[in-house]
Nanobody, 119 residues
Framework: VQLVESGGGLVQPGGSLRLSCAASGFTFSSYAMSWYRQAPGKEREYVATVTNGGGSTNYTDSVKGRFTISRDNAKNTVYLQINSLKPEDTAVYYC?????????????WGQGTQVTVSS
């Protein structure tokens, strides 16, 4: 199983980034996909989720209206479009795949991609 994030970088406040997470080694279309982030000195926090079919999304309040999560099941990839970036968005962003099927629960994480918002 692999989740490989990309697209992070250094961006000025107000800028935009598009993060990608390429998945392999599992049935991508069966998993809900989420993004989490961890700022320096803080715990990892939830950002957004898209359901396995892409029909439903959920966001933490602090990113609503600025972040958009989406997925392409044909490409086994999940995206996070980040607009109107703020310094407090600076963090390592992690991709997560989750599925609960009966008693079986699978939870996979990527290695993260750094997003730094600074002028």
């Amino acid at each position: 199983v692999q989740l490989v994030e990309s697209g992070g970088g250094l961006v000025q406040p107000g800028g935009s980034l598009r993060l990608s997470c390429a998945a392999s080694g599992f049935t991508f279309s069966s998993y809900a996909m989420s993004w989490y982030r961890q700022a320096p000195g803080k715990e990892r926090e939830y950002v957004a989720t898209v359901t396995n079919g892409g029909g439903s999304t959920n966001y933490t309040d602090s990113v609503k209206g600025r972040f958009t999560i989406s997925r392409d099941n044909a490409k086994n990839t999940v995206y996070l479009q980040i607009n109107s970036l703020k310094p407090e968005d600076t963090a390592v962003y992690y991709c997560n795949a989750y599925r609960k099927l009966g008693r079986d629960e699978n939870n996979y994480w990527g290695q993260g991609t750094q997003v730094t918002v600074s002028s």
